[in-house]
T-cell receptor
Framework: DQQVKQNSPSLSVQEGRISILNCDYTNSMFDYFLWYKKYPAEGPTFLISISSIKDKNEDGRFTVFLNKSAKHLSLHIVPSQPGDSAVYFCAASDTNAGNMLTFGGGTRLMVKP | DVKVTQSSRYLVKRTGEKVFLECVQDMDHENMFWYRQDPGLGLRLIYFSYDVKMKEKGDIPEGYSVSREKKERFSLILESASTNQTSMYLC??????????????FGEGSWLTVV
């Protein structure tokens, strides 16, 4: 029973356009959410996070939106660049229950030049 | 910068062999983790440790064991490797407390092929 789901295994976007990656969760106790980016043959690297007290967090070209009522978060990348091509994982945690992260299955983003 | 180092990047082992995957972190983090990554399944937690000599089972501990004799080092052991353990293994660490405790840092991964 996956508590964090990324329903799109892949996404293809033209360079310069917006990329939107989606993530849904079922555990209402999750209160902290993160996005990780992973290139082939490398470990995931932390990209951006958001606390449940916020509904938006922005860092340069990357913005994460959180809709708690829908248990949904999304990562927006604007403008998309070919170097953004990677697998993106969303992760969630219940900060009152320790440091455990639950990961989604990942979405492979391909940004075409 | 946090550095998590996995000693072996690529390994090929035979079925039934004992396999050791070593991981070292240099940020004095209390927490260390072992995940495996398989296509479509994301990152699945095998074992984690909150302190030296402490270990807790994750979601898929069967066929694995771990050792944490020193704070900076966390080892994953496959007692008798099987072909379904062919995967990419990722070690990670994190600090305890506040928001930093929920951001974990990964090593580069170890590709294990069991033949």
């Amino acid at each position: 029973d996956q508590q964090v789901k990324q329903n799109s295994p892949s996404l293809s976007v033209q360079e310069g356009r917006i990329s939107i990656l989606n993530c849904d969760y079922t555990n209402s106790m999750f209160d902290y959410f993160l996005w990780y980016k992973k290139y082939p043959a490398e470990g995931p690297t932390f990209l951006i996070s958001i606390s449940s007290i916020k509904d938006k967090n922005e860092d340069g070209r990357f913005t994460v939106f959180l809709n708690k009522s829908a248990k949904h978060l999304s990562l927006h990348i604007v403008p998309s660049q070919p170097g953004d091509s990677a697998v993106y994982f969303c992760a969630a945690s219940d900060t009152n229950a320790g440091n455990m992260l639950t990961f989604g299955g990942g979405t492979r983003l391909m940004v075409k030049p | 910068d946090v550095k998590v180092t996995q000693s072996s990047r690529y390994l090929v082992k035979r079925t039934g062999e004992k396999v050791f995957l070593e991981c070292v972190q240099d940020m004095d983090h209390e927490n260390m983790f072992w995940y495996r990554q398989d296509p479509g399944l994301g990152l699945r937690l095998i074992y984690f440790s909150y302190d030296v000599k402490m270990k807790e089972k994750g979601d898929i501990p069967e066929g694995y064991s771990v050792s944490r004799e020193k704070k900076e080092r966390f080892s994953l052991i496959l007692e008798s490797a099987s072909t379904n353990q062919t995967s990419m293994y990722l070690c990670a660490s994190s600090a305890t407390g506040a928001r930093s405790g929920n951001t974990i840092y990964f090593g580069e991964g170890s590709w294990l092929t069991v033949v």
